[in-house]
């Protein structure tokens, strides 16, 4: 089942382009952060330990970045298929 939802995702963010597939990670993250708030605390807190020069405020700004940054990963490593079979010497150097 999961496996299933995994390919079907993978197959919808190979249909969409680049920048459209990388705004809705930007939103999976969004949801995944800011929504379910999965570990949202933890992150809070181990931000403002590292980070004890900032404020809150800008505590929180990192973390919804991070959040749609995570959420972009996702999309592109869903794309890798589309990236490596159309323009996998474009986008991947060894």
């Known amino acids: 089942m999961i496996l299933f939802l995994l390919k079907a995702l993978s197959r919808f963010f190979c249909v969409l382009p680049l920048p459209i597939a990388l705004s809705a ?3 999976l993250g969004f ?3 800011r929504v379910f708030r999965y570990h949202h605390s933890d992150a809070i807190e181990n931000a403002t330990r590292c980070l ?4 809150p405020r800008e505590i929180k700004q ?9 959420g972009m ?5 869903l794309r890798i298929s589309k990236i490596a079979e159309n323009h996998g ?6």
């Open 25 to 27: 990670g930007r939103g």
């Open 31 to 33: 949801l995944y952060g």
């Open 52 to 55: 004890p020069h900032l404020g």
């Open 62 to 70: 990192i973390i919804n970045r991070m959040y749609a940054n995570l």
């Open 73 to 77: 990963n996702v999309a592109e490593a």
């Open 89 to 94: 010497e474009k986008y991947i150097s060894i």
